[in-house]
């Protein structure tokens, strides 16, 4: 890929997957294989992806994602909590996961606040009562907040990832980690 070359949805997935390639190495593989893309492919994207990041006058981080994927599947206004200003989402369907999409929650001059994959609409949503249930990519941090209770997040844990500390159904205690959205990895909970 030269620097001139097009940057559409298929790179954006490599760039989702370059970051999950540090978790869940066979999943990626798959992935990989299903795209027809290389490991030099994901990482000449995420090299690319960065670089236009990190530009000083390149676009701001929601209008790269709509140079890359076009324009949202729905836009729409997303109330803020108490003292907070309200937000705009931009939501983009994501051809490797026909059930999920790419949000990206846009604030006030224009800021990204956060930048995930949630569930589709309409599409199931897995079961999520015990243990077993957390399987890598089955997923989104967004049903494992809803669906256990305590959720405690842990930011800073590294680029496009987020840690989650909860309690499932079940009561077991749990951590999971979570790479743009998707279900990681379970790690022991934070005492």
Request: glycine share 8%; proline share 11%; net charge positive.
């Amino acid at each position: 890929m030269t620097p001139a070359a097009p940057f559409g949805p298929y790179e954006f997935q490599l760039v989702l997957l370059r970051r999950m390639a540090d978790h869940q190495a066979g999943l990626v593989d798959e992935a990989l294989r299903e795209l027809g893309a290389t490991h030099t492919e994901m990482r000449e994207a995420n090299k690319r992806w960065q670089a236009w990041a990190h530009a000083g006058r390149g676009p701001g981080e929601f209008d790269r994602c709509r140079r890359a994927l076009g324009e949202p599947e729905t836009r729409r206004p997303v109330a803020g909590l108490p003292g907070l200003p309200d937000s705009e989402a931009g939501v983009w369907p994501v051809p490797l996961w026909p059930d999920l999409r790419f949000i990206v929650l846009v604030g006030p001059r224009r800021a990204v606040w956060s930048r995930s994959l949630t569930r589709a609409p309409g599409a199931a949503v897995p079961e999520l009562r015990t243990a077993a249930d957390l399987r890598p990519w089955r997923l989104t941090a967004d049903e494992v907040w809803r669906g256990c209770r305590d959720p405690r997040p842990h930011e800073g844990v590294g680029p496009a990832l987020v840690r989650l500390d909860f309690t499932l159904p079940d009561d077991t205690r749990c951590a999971a980690e979570f790479a743009w959205g998707l279900l990681q990895r379970v790690l022991p909970p934070l005492t």
